[in-house]
């Protein structure tokens, strides 16, 4: 058994310049090692075939018999590399020997064929191959390096699969870009371009065929009402995403069940054991094939994420199926060999190869990956699954480089991108960490970012205002941030956080001047004055009056901004900033941070002439920066936008959460006509106790806007379609739509759902934007 691996191991060598010349001296040298010669060895395999006379002089014979010169030129030189490479001593050429391969000569051999192999008998004299034995050899050694380069070839559809699949998203991204830009430039009659924006588009196969596309595949999820929302503790796709995904599965499935041609007699294997073998190394490479695609979709620095447009949940969707198919493959690949080492009865002994152990030791290190990768521990325990995560992965490189190092790198084409996806994404994100958080000045030395956390017990909120050291940072739309604590024992954990808000800083840098213990470093926002009224009659809202407030004091330079982000204390690393604020006289901490980013893709909201936010809670934070982006563009260049119509639905358990951010960031957006609020209070005690509330700043009552909390959770279904039909009721001129979401997975799949009903109602000129994350 060890000859015939390490025979087949040569011609997994040789199949990747394959020339089917050699295949008759393969043939032949195959079907030789069958025999003992008198001076040869039973453990010295090379040495039998390359320096013993009496079987040289049979391979030769039946080479003169069976093989043209050009099979023969072709066959020597691969036989002699061989006997170099493998067996480290020169193969008797066929020149020598070729002067006494007389006619007389070759019909003086005994000839042999299949029933003469006897491992126990040494033959004293030279050998000639009968016709059917040297097929068997022929068929033998040509069948294996083609299923071999029908296993390389089946590698490289997974590739061709996904290259289709990513170059049919970077085109409609391309499309979708140059679609919104011609919608800009021609912004300048709204009336007439809607005309014929209605009269031709819908008509158009082009736009029928996109407009089933979406309301069919691309927004509702693969089957009832769950894509955000787990299902049995699973996660649900959209159709689209099924259907790619269950396109892969089944590639897959087929690829690795086909195309297997097993036959008798065979030198190396029976039957069946020639379908393990087969099954073992198909799966086994298209396992390896897997992998740089599986480590391509899992980095946050994934650069398709910024050609596609699509969302990381959406690679991450496509990262774990990748990840459990080539689990599956090496689970099936390490079955195979087992069950045949199993039945050559050499399992203990294989267990003792370096090789052998490694590739086991990879694939239970992939296994345990796909385990504690489910939902459940993501969910209960996300440290705990990213460091095994890390582990496991580290396990499953270093295993798989030593199980094919035998092979003398051919397959290290299947791992060196693993390291180098991986390397690069951890360099993308320490360059970005340094990009974001220091700032050489060779006047002032080395400036760091700085970071000012405050918690409001009222309305269980952490507001995080971080200024950037870097004056090259443009905070936009979309954006969000992984945030560090460098100085806790785990400052290896990041967290994602949306950008809620920015602001730039007119004239110098950020030196904190605010010291967050001192008694004299008020909050503004603490300064406006709560009065309580009597009930209204109606007793399903409660009006609010909102004042825009101060800020934090600083020191400030040019070129850079604050940012702002909006925290709810849920993990450990939350609860624990929220705990060192409220030990804080003033309830404000300044501690330190490093964010990382900017990631994420701005959705392109300003080329709609309506806009429907839907936010939950801390979800303010999807839509704030489009609503300040549109107050800049309103106010520098109103062409820079088609938008005039914003309908902000937000819904938060806490009151106070409302009266905080609409005293803050929202305070600029309250009162203008192209912007609607509609806020919601969601907790059990709003419908049973409902206030007139007035809130007034210290400062000044005269520019006071007056907004409405309603109990109860918003009937989103209603809202989308309210505003859907009025739009459609407008005729040409109302534009199109773009609905975005940020919030719980409930209120997010209560919207998609929305959206879907719209479409499939005919609806057009609807758009539905995301920003949540999933599991």
């Known amino acids: 058994m060890r000859a015939v691996f390490i025979a087949l191991a040569c011609l997994l060598g040789l199949a990747l310049g394959y020339d089917k010349n050699i295949e008759c001296i393969n043939g032949i040298r195959t079907a030789i090692a069958k025999f003992t010669f008198t001076g040869g060895s039973p453990v010295s395999y090379w040495g039998n075939l390359c320096q013993n006379k009496l079987a040289v002089e049979s391979e030769w014979a039946a080479a003169k018999v069976y093989c043209n010169e050009k099979q023969i030129k072709a066959g020597t030189k691969y036989l002699a590399d061989y006997c170099m490479e493998y067996g480290m001593m020169e193969l008797i050429p066929y020149s020598e020997i070729e002067p006494m391969l007389t006619d007389d000569f070759i019909a003086s051999l005994e000839v042999v064929d299949y029933n003469d192999i006897n491992a126990t008998k040494i033959w004293d004299h030279p050998v000639l191959l009968s016709k059917d034995f040297y097929k068997a050899g022929y068929e033998t050694t040509y069948t294996f390096t083609k299923e071999y380069n029908t296993h390389k070839r089946y590698g490289w559809a997974v590739y061709g699969f996904w290259g289709t699949i990513l170059l049919i998203g970077m085109l409609h991204r391309f499309y979708s870009h140059i679609s919104n830009d011609r919608r800009m430039k021609s912004q300048g009659d709204v009336e007439d371009h809607g005309a014929k924006s209605r009269s031709k588009n819908p008509t158009s196969i082009f736009s029928t065929a996109y407009h089933w596309v979406r309301a069919n595949l691309i927004i509702p999820a693969a089957f009832g009402s769950h894509h955000n929302r787990l299902l049995w503790y699973c996660t649900v796709p959209t159709r689209m995403e099924t259907l790619i995904v ?14 297997y041609e097993a036959f008798w007699p065979n030198l190396y294997y029976t039957k069946a054991m020639q379908l393990w073998r087969y099954v073992a190394d198909r799966t086994g490479i298209m396992s390896y094939a897997n992998l740089p695609i599986l480590w391509m979709f899992s980095g946050r620095n994934n650069i398709f994420l910024w050609l596609t447009g699509w969302s990381f949940s959406t690679f991450n969707i496509f990262h774990r199926h990748v990840a459990r198919i080539a689990t599956l493959q090496a689970i099936v690949h390490s079955i195979a060999y087992t069950a045949m080492e199993a039945n050559f009865h050499q399992l203990a002994e294989s267990w003792k190869e370096k090789y052998w152990y490694m590739g086991g030791m990879a694939t239970i290190a992939m296994g345990l990956i796909v385990f504690f990768s489910s939902v459940w521990f993501r969910k209960h325990s996300y440290e705990f699954f990213l460091l095994l995560h890390i582990v496991f992965s580290v396990l499953t490189i270093v295993g798989l480089f030593f199980h094919t190092a035998i092979f003398d790198g051919e397959y290290d084409g299947y791992l060196w991108p693993l390291v180098a996806i991986w390397c690069f994404d951890r360099f993308a994100r320490l360059v970005r960490l340094a990009y974001c ?46 945030i560090y604590q460098p100085n806790r024992w785990k400052g290896w954990e990041n967290h994602p956080f949306t950008l809620a808000h920015w602001t730039e800083l007119d004239n110098g840098e950020q030196v904190a001047t605010l010291d967050p213990d001192s008694d004299s470093s008020s909050d503004l926002r603490k300064e406006v004055k709560v009065t309580a009224k009597a009930p209204s009659s109606q007793a399903s809202s409660s009006s609010v009056v909102v004042e825009k407030n101060g800020g934090v004091p600083t020191k400030q330079v040019t070129g850079r901004y604050k940012l702002t982000f909006f925290v709810r204390p849920f993990s450990s690393w939350t609860r624990r900033l929220r705990d060192e604020c409220i030990k804080s006289k003033t309830g404000m901490h300044k501690t330190q941070a490093l964010i990382e980013g900017p990631y994420g893709e701005k959705s392109p909201l300003h080329t709609f002439e309506n806009v429907i936010f839907i936010l939950g809670g801390t979800g303010i934070s999807g839509a704030l920066p489009y609503m300040q982006e549109h107050l800049q563009r309103t106010a520098s260049n109103p062409s820079k936008t088609r938008t005039r119509d914003i309908t902000c639905i937000w819904a938060c358990k806490q009151p106070e959460m409302i009266r905080e951010i609409a005293s803050s960031e929202l305070q600029p957006l309250l009162g203008r006509e192209d912007i609607h609020f509609k806020f919601y209070l969601t907790s059990k005690e709003a419908s049973a106790s409902t206030k007139a509330v007035e809130l007034k700043s210290s400062s000044s009552s005269d520019a006071s806007t007056e907004v409405t909390i309603t109990p109860g959770r918003p009937n989103i279904k209603e809202h989308v379609r309210t505003v859907i039909d009025e739009v459609n009721a407008a005729g040409a001129v109302g534009g199109k739509i773009a609905i975005l979401t940020c919030g719980p997975a409930a209120m997010a799949d209560a919207a998609r759902i929305a959206v879907h009903r719209a479409l499939k109602d005919g609806k057009r000129g609807v758009e539905y934007f995301e920003e949540t994350f999933g599991w």
């Open 437 to 482: 958080n220091l700032h050489v000045r060779f006047s002032k030395g080395l400036t760091m970012s700085t970071t000012i956390a405050s918690y409001d017990k009222t309305s269980d909120l952490i507001r995080l205002d971080v200024i950037p050291a870097s004056g090259l940072l443009r905070p936009g739309p979309g954006q969000h941030y992984f």
């Open 246 to 259: 269950a396109s892969f599965w089944i590639i897959n499935i087929v690829l690795c069940c086909v195309s």
